[in-house]
């Protein structure tokens, strides 16, 4: 058993509660349940999740050396994770050696109040942002707000879901809940100086954006940016986009300051040669997004001549001291295992209440603030999946998120004892019911990722099979060795019998 | 306690606590691959255009009569340059050129009709053109304020895969990659070109050569 960290001395600590978004109001299975109810909501949900995932397939399949790549990226950030403390400090003094300023913050309040201090050390009242999960889960923008500082999201998803009083439902489309016609609305109402005929075409409402947002990219002399890698020998910084607004944000102010999780370093500039093949193509499908900026401190004469970087714990560094769980810290935000996930298909962003939804969000979260007892809906999250594995053949990096979806349950179990967790999983296999595409056979394959107690058997299943284990408890598979277990006869006939069971 | 003193203990003593499993990064996949020019060439054309940039081949000698060609066609009337651009390429070109200094405000780019530049190295698997602010490409900002960029890129800086391509950089300079022009998939994943970014981009490919196909 590793340490889990709920209050043992020396365990590092969790993202402090009450700042930030990171924890949602209510339990996975409560929150999935207004989202079910949604039909438009499932509708644009299941469309952006099916295209992507078949422009992914599509570029994944044109490289022969995919898994290679994959293989390599997972290597790359498990060396990284497991030299952490030498790389951050090899990747500060590369920055500072360029002109750059580096801070550390330990938690998201210390994070929020550095950079209200650099911005209000600009004398700026308004900061224009490029898409950032590491503001959004310290909560910058409402911190900023209560000193009177206006932050601007220039991404067109993160404008709508900004101007629309929101949410991100989606780490890559923070706005994939929305149809065209809600952000005519949003727009109309909402956007300063906007055209009042403005229909709903999604050309002329990107029009829209272009045109708001274009004053405030000459004029602004502020912007905050996340990054998608710090390279520790080189102390570049690198941005991925699609849309130009990052450029315009990481070229055109005066200062720039950059938010940064400690897990987001690699190793070396020829690293670069292995996430930009993953990244591109897992996310959006393409074989390379429009715009990628790098960066290496201040250039005299190209782009801001102030360059600060925040480096972030928050709750990484809790991830990082268990052995199971710090895979989570491997993720480069691409998106691909919540495009594939059945159950993010049927409930949406929402319901996980926290920055990183899906199945990442559901194995990260609770490791980022750990989970505080049996009322926290954070502890609900790693119930949040039916375990059907796709997340895993998915991801570019190869997190292993249903062994980390397990391994979580364990810990939830032990320390705050059943219950709840009987509700989330009914939530999972409602979200499931619903998806029709998804055969038993599927379900089951999930069968022996199940919650198991102390007595290393699994006395708890999703209805239809709960009724299953009522009579009788399955041995529980040896938590690291699933894929044996799976493969064996054992396996084969628990699964076997499950199923017959449950369509009988 | 500063927090950089904090953040790194914690790392060390979670790394102590739950030793890491020591890790070989394997190193299987492509690199140093080669393709001879015109299949090398091909592929960049078909990545180019599959992002909806325009592209145009000449040979060096051509190159003037060919921006101007694609200036014009473009409406172009005022035309920023780098410092280090080659003069002779705009020889033919009849409208205004601007020499982009440090001195020019970024705003002021906004009244340019177009940018044209020069390249340091392409991707062609993947049709990315990386700009690192060499002369031939200044700052970062005169090709991203314009609505229109017209990038000229040379054969011999055209390299097979992303391992390629990135193995010709200087890791410091400031470095953007182009994959065609800006474009967003945010509302219903449709596609939309042009949001912030220029929304034109045009390639011209120059061979040292007269070109093997006509374009
Ligand atoms: S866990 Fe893997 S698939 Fe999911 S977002 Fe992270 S890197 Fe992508």
């Not at chain 1, 000193?147 to 629309?164: C, P, S």
């Not at chain 1, 559901?362 to 059907?388: E, H, I, R, W, Y």
């Not at chain 2, 990135?166 to 800006?182: C, I, M, N």
Request: glycine share 8%; net charge negative.
């Amino acid at each position: 058993m590793t340490a889990v960290g709920l209050g043992l001395p020396g365990f590092p600590p969790r993202a402090p509660d009450g700042v930030g978004f990171l924890r949602g109001t209510e339990s996975f299975p409560e929150a999935a349940h207004h989202e079910l109810a949604n039909p438009q909501l499932r509708r644009n949900i299941a469309k952006a999740t099916h295209t992507i995932r078949e422009k992914r397939l599509r570029v994944t399949g044109e490289l022969p050396d995919w898994q290679a790549l994959r293989d390599t990226g997972s290597a790359v950030k498990v060396d990284t994770l497991n030299r952490l403390p030498e790389l951050l400090e090899q990747f500060e003094a590369a920055v500072v050696a360029r002109g750059g300023v580096v801070h550390w913050a330990a938690d998201a309040i210390e994070a929020d109040a550095i950079v209200t201090e650099l911005v209000e050390a600009t004398g700026s009242r308004e900061v224009i942002k490029v898409k950032s999960m590491a503001t959004q889960e310290i909560g910058l923008n409402e911190h900023l707000e209560s000193v009177g500082i206006r932050a601007y999201e220039t991404d067109l998803a993160e404008l709508i879901v900004q101007l629309g009083h929101d949410k991100p439902s989606h780490i890559l489309v923070p706005a994939i809940h929305r149809n065209r016609s809600e952000i005519r609305e949003i727009f109309l109402n909402e956007m300063d100086g906007v055209d009042p005929n403005l229909d709903d075409d999604p050309q002329h409402l990107a029009a829209a954006s272009r045109k708001f947002l274009r004053h405030k990219f000459m004029t602004v002399p502020v912007a905050v940016s996340g990054a998608n890698f710090g390279i520790a020998e080189t102390g570049t910084l690198g941005v991925v986009e699609s849309e130009g607004n990052g450029r315009m944000c990481l070229t055109l102010p005066q200062t720039l300051i950059t938010v940064m999780g400690i897990e987001k370093i690699i190793p070396r500039f020829a690293d670069l040669e292995v996430f930009l093949q993953l990244l591109p193509r897992s996310s959006t499908g393409e074989r390379m997004n429009p715009y990628t900026s790098m960066w290496t401190g201040v250039t005299p004469g190209d782009g801001p001549q102030n360059f600060h970087v925040v480096l972030l714990d928050n709750g990484r560094t809790a991830a990082l001291a268990d052995a199971i769980g710090r895979q989570a810290l491997k993720c480069i935000r691409c998106s691909a295992c919540l495009n594939v996930c059945p159950v993010y298909e049927q409930t949406g962003g929402h319901a996980y209440g926290s920055t990183y939804p899906g199945p990442i969000g559901a194995v990260l979260t609770p490791q980022l603030t750990g989970m505080t007892g049996k009322d926290d809906p954070n502890a609900s999250l790693p119930f949040a999946s039916s375990l059907c594995g796709a997340c895993f053949d998915a991801c570019p990096v190869e997190i292993d998120i249903p062994s980390l979806l397990i391994e979580l349950r364990h810990q939830k179990v032990e320390h705050t004892g059943f219950g709840p967790e009987a509700a989330a999983m009914r939530a999972a296999s409602i979200a499931m019911s619903s998806a029709t595409r998804f055969a038993l056979a599927q379900k089951a394959a999930g069968l022996g990722r199940l919650v198991a107690g102390k007595k290393g058997t699994i006395s708890t299943l999703p209805p239809p099979l709960s009724g299953w284990t009522d009579a009788r408890d399955i041995p529980a598979p040896p938590r690291q060795t699933f894929r044996q277990w799976w493969k064996s006869a054992e396996g084969r006939a628990a699964i076997a019998e499950a199923r017959a069971e449950a369509s009988s | 306690m500063s927090s950089r003193t904090v953040i790194l203990g914690r790392i060390r003593e979670a790394l102590v606590d739950a030793p890491p499993t020591p890790v070989t990064v394997p190193r299987e996949y492509r690199v140093d691959r080669t393709l001879p020019d015109a299949e090398r060439i091909d592929l960049l054309i078909d990545r180019l255009e599959d992002y909806d940039a325009r592209v145009y081949r000449c040979d060096t000698a051509h190159l003037p009569a060919m921006l101007a060609r694609v200036l014009t066609d473009a409406g172009a009337r005022r035309v920023g340059v780098p410092t280090g651009l080659d003069e002779s390429w705009l020889a033919d070109f009849g409208g205004e050129v601007v020499v982009d200094g440090t001195d020019i405000p970024a705003p002021d780019l906004e009244d340019l009709d177009a940018v044209v530049t020069g390249s340091a190295v392409t991707c062609a698997e993947t049709g990315t053109i990386f700009l690192d602010a060499g002369p031939d490409q200044g700052r970062r900002a005169l090709t991203l304020v314009p609505d229109v960029h017209v990038c000229v890129v040379t054969v011999d800086s055209v390299e097979v895969g992303v391992p390629e391509a990135l193995a010709r950089l200087v890791p410091e300079r400031p470095t953007t990659l182009v994959s065609g022009p800006s474009a967003t998939v945010d509302i219903e994943l449709e596609r939309v070109q042009g949001v912030h970014g220029p929304r034109h981009l045009h390639v011209v490919l120059v061979d040292q050569a007269p070109p093997r196909t006509p374009s």
